[in-house]
């Protein structure tokens, strides 16, 4: 099921706690933070339940029925760990649709023993949340759309950060060009100047020699620096 939801770098299989303990699986979410999920579910003695007649067998099977579930409960909570980066709940899986439906409609068996206060064992004191096929698809397909939402912000993120350095760079580009306009402006500005010193000495020559006038100013266009 975690293969046909999940890309492969968003779960683990076999996943090992720095004390040794083993989950069956997690799901790697935003930061590197991880749900356990575990399925260490027995169907013994629900097989039993469902198949005993005699009444008294079935009160001491029940009991040992709700015993092994709380017992999984636990088993479940004890993946649990933040300082190891792990999410503050876990998803303990059922594998079976009849028995999760039993839990929900506070029926085991159709024996009429009451699970309710398993399931709210579970949620309210041991952050475990109880799954089965059906509804662990539903998680995990909220789950994808959860890192698939929180990918596009990753990367709505990226581009406005690159936009900003683009921004600033046009800032510094148009910095430059502005002391570049300046510079070429001094630059016509000289050019013109020595120019029209050029001609009064031509003027000068003209005097002396009684010769025509050879040099016309060539005068240049400064550039404007308000044009857009």
């Keep these: 099921m975690l293969d046909n ?18 989950v069956d699986a997690v799901v790697i979410l935003d930061k590197g933070k991880m749900l356990p999920v575990d399925s260490k579910f027995s169907l013994e003695n ?19 029925f709700k015993i092994d579930l709380k017992n999984r409960i636990d088993e479940t909570a004890k993946y649990i760990r933040p300082s190891e980066n792990t999410m503050d709940y876990a998803f303990m899986f059922i594998p079976s649709e009849a ?11 159709a024996t009429g023993t009451s699970s309710r206060d398993l399931i709210e064992y579970a949620f309210r004191e041991k952050n475990v949340i109880i799954v089965s096929p059906t509804t662990f698809m539903a998680y995990l397909q909220t789950v994808l759309q959860g890192l698939r939402s929180l990918q596009i912000e990753e990367q709505a993120k990226e581009i406005q950060i690159r936009v900003g350095e683009l921004g600033r760079h046009l800032g510094a580009y148009e910095t430059y060009m502005q002391k570049l306009g300046a510079a070429l402006g001094t630059t016509v500005n000289h050019f013109n100047v020595a ?9 000068d020559v003209v005097k002396i020699a009684g010769n025509t006038a050879k040099v016309e100013p060539l005068l240049l266009d400064k550039p404007n620096l308000d044009d857009d």
Excluded: S
């Design 46 to 64: 629900y097989n039993r339940l469902v198949e005993e007649r005699d009444k008294d067998k079935r009160e001491l099977i029940v009991r040992a």
């Design 5 to 22: 939801v999940l890309p492969p770098n968003r779960y683990k299989l076999q996943y090992k706690f720095n004390d040794g303990d083993i």
């Design 195 to 203: 120019h029209k010193e050029l001609k009064k000495v031509d003027k």
């Design 99 to 109: 028995i999760y439906y039993d839990l929900l409609v506070n029926k085991v068996g």
